[in-house]
């Protein structure tokens, strides 16, 4: 069984910054790749930022330059920094792990809520 919790979400004001965490814990071979996915009301689910076991890392156009995802392999945790928070961010955010080397097996959490306020 494999867990992913995230933690991390609040309200802010435009402008502002929030951290999020995302562990993964149970039985874990490899972590292929950690992201974070976001949802706001209405819309699809969609990528925010992602980043290999490597670290290399990738951002949906709408983040770049204001979030940073890290990762400590250590301890099966990624981090998403949001800094410059706006109110189109105000979403749902998901945390989602890859295992494995092939097969791959995807891990979501239950998600933690971000509102920014003008």
């Known amino acids: 069984q494999v867990q992913v919790v995230e933690s991390g979400g609040g309200l802010v004001q435009a402008g502002g910054s929030l951290r999020l965490s995302c562990a993964a814990s149970g039985t874990i071979s490899k972590i292929s790749s950690m992201a974070w996915y976001r949802q706001a009301p209405g819309k699809q689910r969609e990528l925010v930022a992602r980043?290999?076991?490597?670290?290399?890392?990738n951002y949906a156009d709408s983040v770049k330059g204001r979030f940073a995802i890290s990762r400590d392999n250590a301890k099966n945790t990624a981090y998403l920094q949001m800094n410059s928070l706006n109110v189109e961010d105000t979403a749902v955010y998901y945390c989602?792990?890859?295992?494995?080397?092939?097969?791959?097996?995807?891990?979501w959490g239950q998600g933690t809520q971000v509102t920014v306020s003008s």
């Open positions: 980043i290999t076991s490597g670290g290399s890392t």
């Open positions: 989602n792990a890859v295992l494995g080397v092939g097969p791959f097996t995807s891990h």
